[in-house]
């Protein structure tokens, strides 16, 4: 991707101005609740059976899937989720993965309240972290892999310490036992170095 590639994503993607009466910025949608017109439609809109329709903005608003939309374009991702802080997106990821228990291999050497949740919030749910000293021990982190293993988690670069995981090592170790790797990305830009 060329910087100008980016940046003309970085402030189109995700928005057509003809979807939005052809406001030339996102606009703000600051409402709580959306029309559902009948009760036909409502159920349609609830069970997520009609695209891009929305009942209440703790689900979803247009402003939202805008911000989404341009985070997965800007990543190179197929979509992406929105939710209220680093934290909740955690949570978000690991219940989902996770959501009927089993085990998630993780660095020790991570950001302190993602080492306490891992290790006091989510084991009240039946999930359960497997913890390696360094993350880019790959035989150690592969030695951990059991039938109940869901997901490994790496931050991509550790906060505080800085230390940079080989995530096309650990990519390569999930996708061999058919597992996702989460990648909490908080200090990196999605920004193509190439271009630096």
Do not use: W
């Not at 219940?95 to 660095?107: D, S, Y």
Request: hydrophobic fraction near 40%; avoid cysteine.
């Amino acid at each position: 991707m060329t910087e100008n590639e980016f940046d003309t994503l970085r402030i189109h993607a995700g928005y057509d101005p003809k979807d939005h009466r052809f406001a030339s910025s996102v606009p703000i949608y600051q409402t709580a609740a959306f029309g559902l017109e009948n009760t036909a439609m409502a159920d349609k809109i609830v069970t997520g059976k009609l695209a891009g329709r929305y009942d209440y903005s703790r689900d979803g608003n247009p402003t939202v899937r805008v911000f989404e939309e341009r985070i997965a374009a800007l990543d190179g991702g197929i979509d992406a989720v929105a939710v209220g802080s680093g934290m909740a997106a955690i949570s978000y990821t690991i219940l989902n993965v996770a959501e009927n228990g089993g085990r998630i291999i993780a660095p020790r050497n991570i950001y302190g309240s993602s080492l306490d949740e891992f290790r006091t919030f989510f084991p009240k749910f039946g999930i359960n972290f497997d913890f390696v000293d360094d993350i880019n021990d790959f035989q150690a982190v592969q030695s951990l892999i059991e039938k109940d293993t869901k997901a490994i988690y790496v931050e991509s670069v550790a906060n505080p310490s800085t230390e940079i995981a080989d995530l096309e090592k650990l990519a390569e170790i999930a996708h061999a036992a058919k597992i996702p790797l989460i990648v909490d990305n908080t200090f990196p830009t999605p920004y193509p170095v190439e271009t630096l």
